[in-house]
T-cell receptor, first 114, second 113 residues
Framework: EDKVVQSPLSLVVHEGDTVTLNCSYE??????LLWYKQEKKAPTFLFML????IEKKSGRLSSILDKKELFSILNITATQTGDSAVYLC??????????????FGTGTRLQVTL | DVKVTQSSRYLVKRTGEKVFLECVQD?????MFWYRQDPGLGLRLIYF???????EKGDIPEGYSVSREKKERFSLILESASTNQTSMYLC????????????FGPGTRLLVL
């Protein structure tokens, strides 16, 4: 059974701190790993990672994948209150002959306080 | 901009009722997905569809069925709603191919009494 595990489950930091969110996975037919940010509504896409060791960066957020050790991290530097959200990690696997599907972790709830 | 819309934001139904949740996307995407999201369990895939009239079971299909009669529309059906189907339901769509991002709708919060 495909499994995606995120840690920590919940995190409270002060504005300006740097945080690292973890995602480990055990899946067959790995294709890519995706990070989403979910505030009150639907998840919004952050990054997609397919290759090991290549850092993806968007402003204060960055992410990297290690396909040998089967994990990814999401870093947020100089956190702001607007970063408060649930961060979801998902792994895409390929089902032969059909659409690929995503398996999600349970998410990390980040709260940034003043 | 990709737009995925869901027919209702909030829905209250009684046990045993038949429930239809509708999802529409405007980007001509081949693939569409239905998830439910519950605290502590994350997002779980119910069903997905990779083309019109084609569907495949996800991780938790029991108690649900789907319909994809037109490319832009993917419906989730609860034949006889039960209280354990109270949840947030999220629809997503994605273009064909193994890469590409899933775009999510705003979600429907369903309460079954």
């Amino acid at each position: 059974e495909d499994k995606v595990v995120q840690s920590p489950l919940s995190l409270v930091v002060h504005e300006g701190d740097t945080v690292t969110l973890n995602c480990s996975y055990e899946v067959t037919n790995f294709r890519s790993l995706l990070w989403y940010k979910q505030e009150k509504k639907a998840p919004t896409f952050l990054f997609m990672l397919t290759s090991s060791g290549i850092e993806k960066k968007s402003g204060r957020l960055s992410s990297i994948l290690d396909k040998k050790e089967l994990f990814s991290i999401l870093n947020i530097t100089a956190t702001q209150t607007g970063d408060s959200a649930v961060y979801l990690c998902a792994v895409r696997v390929i089902n032969t002959g059909t659409a690929s599907k995503l398996t999600f972790g349970t998410g990390t709830r980040l709260q940034v306080t003043l | 901009d990709v737009k995925v819309t869901q027919s209702s934001r909030y829905l209250v139904k009684r046990t045993g009722e038949k429930v239809f949740l509708e999802c529409v996307q405007d980007m001509d995407h081949e693939n569409m997905f239905w998830y439910r999201q519950d605290p502590g369990l994350g997002l779980r895939l119910i069903y997905f569809s990779y083309d019109v009239k084609m569907k495949e079971k996800g991780d938790i299909p029991e108690g649900y069925s789907v319909s994809r009669e037109k490319k832009e529309r993917f419906s989730l059906i609860l034949e006889s709603a039960s209280t354990n189907q109270t949840s947030m339901y999220l629809c997503a769509s994605k273009s064909g191919g193994s890469l590409g991002t899933q775009y999510f709708g705003p979600g429907t919060r369903l309460l079954v009494l």
